[in-house]
Structures are given as structure tokens and as C-alpha cells.
């Protein structure tokens, strides 16, 4: 089955909204969601975008999104890291991860990247075989994630 792989556009955020909500979902953190269309549009689409997505179309319908962004490695250089890819539920199975995860990839080499980085989650059985079926990428169960939330921040950077 043929999917239209494209870049993204505004008009499109309203949708891709709800694949990530329905990823959240699926990843059993559904009010983990803050993001808005209209952060979105400025953080993807003001001055200065710090992130990139295509989309997979079929029948002229949104079905799957792909959103990345630039990483710096000191030790390798310029990396695409791939935030998410989401494929609604009905669609998945038909090869529209595949489509888009290798536009990804393209992008990543038309870009001068020396590489593509990405998690999944350590339950997420579907995505894990999908990643080892098609792309054998090395799995690094070493490095710890961590991350600290806004109001943590500035928590922490009132204390004397």
C-alpha cells in the first residue's frame, strides 16, 4: 500500500496534535500532554524552528507523522534525533512506519547528519521488533534518561 510521504505543514498540526495524543495514550501517559497547536506553530514554524515532521497521507487523510529535531554530539557531530513516529492504530501494519521512518532517514543524510538517535520504550514490543526487523540499529541499555520539568527548574534555581 502507497502512502504520500510529505513535509509538514501548519494546517496539518491540529491532527498531528491528535497522534500524539493517541500515542500518549497508548503509551499509558495520556495527561503527560500539554503541548498546543499554537505552540506548535511557534516552535515549528516562528523565527527560529527547532523541529521538523513529515506526514503519511492516505485518501487524503493524516495517518502517521514523523517529528525530529537536531542534536549535537561532541563525540559524532550533527545527529537527527527522531522524537516520535506515530502511526494511528487502524493504519499500522501496512509498511506507513516504514515509509516514514526512511524519509526520515533521507532527511538525515541530505542534511549532512552523521546519524540518527531515537528511544523506545522497553515494553513497547511492537516498535522494538519493528526497529529490529528492518533496521538492526544498536539498542544501548546503558545511559540513563533524565529530565527535569519547568517548574522544577524554577524550583531549584530559587534556592539560595
Request: hydrophobic share 35%; with cysteine.
Amino acid at each position: 500500500m502507497e502512502f504520500n510521504i510529505r513535509t509538514g505543514t501548519k494546517t496539518d498540526l491540529p491532527r498531528v496534535l491528535e497522534l500524539i495524543k493517541e500515542l500518549a495514550a497508548y503509551e499509558r501517559a495520556p495527561h503527560e500532554v500539554t503541548n498546543t497547536v499554537e505552540l506548535m506553530e511557534q516552535d515549528g514554524f516562528g523565527a527560529k524552528p527547532i523541529y521538523g515532521f513529515f506526514v503519511a497521507e492516505f485518501n487524503d487523510k493524516i495517518v502517521g507523522v514523523s517529528i525530529y529535531y537536531w542534536r549535537y554530539s561532541t563525540w559524532k557531530g550533527k545527529r537527527l534525533y527522531l522524537e516520535d513516529i506515530v502511526v494511528t492504530e487502524s493504519e499500522r501494519g501496512k509498511g506507513v512506519g516504514k515509509q516514514l521512518f526512511d524519509r526520515t532517514l533521507q532527511h538525515a543524510l541530505d542534511e549532512n547528519c552523521t546519524g540518527i538517535m531515537w528511544q523506545v520504550l522497553n515494553w513497547n514490543e511492537p516498535a522494538i521488533n519493528f526497529y529490529k526487523k528492518f533496521y538492526n540499529p544498536k539498542m544501548d541499555e546503558e545511559w540513563i534518561n533524565c529530565s527535569l520539568e519547568r517548574e522544577q527548574i524554577e524550583t531549584l534555581l530559587k534556592k539560595p
